[in-house]
């Protein structure tokens, strides 16, 4: 058996996540990749991926990998995957792995991007990979109170509710909030790019974290209060989740 | 009467172009305007814009007027269309016009702008506003066999078949082909714009350039080949039709 290992790019607008979700009429993208894994390899593969992700959230770098008798090269299995999938699943690379290499167990550390167009400008081709805040954003100040979330704490007022996690700790090794321009033809536009890099990631937990900021940015809470919502271990202190259209995995490191 | 002048953005991936065409399923971008505006304005009103652009075609700037007892000034105008009119249609600016201009008939030149993706890397995100291209393109040779389109000469070589204008003589006051980069996150891909600005588009002229100059720089007609095929006037001489994805009106001149 060869352990192959995917690097997927997707554009997760058209899609129900990841993973099969009950009573979702969107395919998902886990569900079409096994499909065209099948008709090439002639032969059922289970695919596993770093994490799900949730519908409407994107990925620039989803590793993945599965098991299987075929011989085919990595390089014959990238290209007949790229001709056989919709033109928003991009198969970045495909290599053989480790036997005992696990997308999800194996993984270190993963760093999500949540990205926010900070204008009163509407923009009809930022609008599925951004999360439009027309209010003004203090940036300074979501710089310095995105600092409190570093390090391993308890992240408990950013986790969904009803989430089934049986610890709540984890460690942020990055956080940063910076401001970029996305050109386009005679256009720039001002993003904010909110990265975060932690060893795990609660339900939510990124959404939750990019919708606070962005409460902090706007003034609706002030300097300090991050700290005291994040001790607080209670989800309802926290700001509202922010739009999955905004959410991108960027990267996972092993 | 007023004359109001909107400038108007659009990703063209889920409409069936600018004008109703009979047949489609999509809807098109003139109807939802139209139609948000009869709502606004409590009045039914009639958009012309600079020119129809086909299905799928995008705009970066898309002029267009109509005329209206309302008196509500632009800026309310634009912030009430900006927020009935779907994510995909943005209007960047509303103003008031000489009551004789018409966005059509009073344009001047209108600039096109073709995007190819020119690599092997499928990109998930760039899928909906460009053409791939997987075999390298000679942009040298693009470039020089471009510029023998400029100026004041017969297209019918690069006009549709069974079009209506009364001649196919138009100015090409400047065309460039250039390499560009589009940078998303950690990767980079090489794009290539073919930017054309003519006094006058004949029906799919600007996609059946495109798609010649492609087959130019794959290496199916060679130096010397583009000026047989304008002065042939004949459309079978010429490479296909370039896909509608890779095509945004970029600015129109009044």
Chains 1, 2 share one sequence.
């Not at 058209?14 to 065209?36: C, F, H, L, M």
Request: aromatic share 8%.
């Amino acid at each position: 058996m060869s352990n192959i290992k995917l690097i997927i790019e997707y554009d997760g607008t058209n899609y129900a996540g990841w993973q099969v979700q009950n009573g979702s009429q969107k395919r998902t993208i886990q569900e079409i990749i096994e499909k065209a894994l099948q008709e090439i390899l002639q032969e059922k593969v289970k695919v596993t991926a770093s994490g799900r992700t949730d519908a409407g959230v994107h990925a620039l770098s989803q590793p993945a990998n599965f098991k299987t008798r075929s011989r085919l090269s990595p390089v014959k299995i990238k290209d007949a995957l790229n001709a056989l999938l919709p033109e928003d699943i991009a198969i970045k690379r495909v290599s053989r792995a480790d036997e005992d290499f696990n997308s999800c167990r194996s993984a270190k550390s993963k760093l999500y991007r949540y990205l926010i167009l900070n204008s009163r400008l509407k923009s009809a081709f930022l609008c599925r990979h951004s999360w439009r805040v027309l209010h003004p954003l203090n940036l300074k100040l979501m710089q310095s109170e995105a600092r409190v979330l570093r390090g391993r704490q308890d992240f408990k007022a950013f986790c969904a509710s009803g989430s089934s996690a049986k610890t709540t700790t984890r460690t942020i090794k990055k956080i940063s909030v910076k401001s970029i321009r996305y050109q386009l033809s005679a256009i720039s536009y001002p993003l904010i790019a909110i990265d975060i890099e932690s060893d795990g990631f609660l339900y939510n937990m990124a959404r939750n974290i990019a919708g606070t900021l962005v409460e902090i940015g706007r003034g609706r809470f002030k300097e300090g209060d991050l700290k005291k919502i994040l001790f607080s271990r209670d989800r309802r202190q926290a700001g509202p989740k922010a739009p999955s259209r905004g959410l991108f995995l960027a990267k996972v490191r092993y």
